[in-house]
T-cell receptor, first 115, second 112 residues
């Protein structure tokens, strides 16, 4: 079974620029998560989708971050404009169902550096 | 709000010794506790999980214990090997929502 795919793997931008990340979950997984992992910390949930609907986006900085999953499969996360503190690894994960007990499978992450 | 605290932040053991990582959670409604291992530059991977209806679960050299009264759960690794060196994250999920809250991580070094 193919795993969660993410691109790009690395991105370097200057502050105030825009950036977008892409995620393709495991086939058949209804739930998709975007996490932000700052160096030395655990992953922090930014947004969770169930099919193409948002389940939780309470920790998404909506003034600069946006995400969509229009067809209920792959997803994009955008930052506009980026700040220095956005430097982190952005992890995408997927699970078969929606419940909190579902095993989450993580992608390799996109490492973002904002200069 | 929901919170998961994890200790220690760094743990160094000699090969063959045991390692114990402890977590506490704040929401008594939590009922699912996964543990993830993240090797340097790689993705987190689930290594073991426990649900609130059991107190202990074991899988070869790793085990997890849960004390719901004290809101503590722990990861135990026996006969540690150099390839166990990684960052380990505990997590708790809340039945009031669908969010999984992660601890800050423990960096485990196993010295050969």
């Amino acid at each position: 079974e193919a795993g969660v795919a993410q691109s790009p793997r690395y991105k370097i931008i200057e502050k105030r620029q825009s950036v977008a990340f892409w995620c393709n979950p495991i086939s058949g997984h209804a739930t998709l998560y975007w996490y932000q992992q700052i160096l030395g910390q655990g992953p922090k949930l930014l947004i969770q989708f169930q099919n193409n609907g948002v389940v939780d986006d309470s920790q998404l900085p909506k003034d600069r971050f946006s995400a969509e999953r229009l067809k209920g499969v792959d997803s994009t996360l955008k930052i506009q404009p980026a700040k220095l503190e956005d430097s982190a690894v952005y992890l995408c994960a997927s699970s078969h169902g929606q419940g909190a007990r579902e095993t989450q499978y993580f992608g390799p992450g996109t490492r973002l550096l904002v200069l | 709000g929901e919170n998961v605290e994890q200790h220690p932040s760094t743990l160094s053991v000699q090969e063959g010794d045991s390692a114990v990582i402890k977590c506490t959670y704040s929401d008594s409604a939590s009922n699912y506790f996964p543990w993830y291992k993240q090797e340097l530059g790689k993705r987190p991977q689930l290594i073991i999980d426990i649900r609130s209806n059991v107190g202990e679960k074991k899988d070869q050299r790793i085990a997890v214990t849960l004390n719901k009264t004290a809101k503590h759960f722990s990861l135990h690794i026996t006969e540690t090997q150099p390839e166990d060196s990684a960052v380990y994250f505990c997590a708790a999920s809340y039945t009031g929502g669908f969010k999984t809250i992660f601890g800050a991580g423990t960096r485990l070094f196993v010295k050969a």
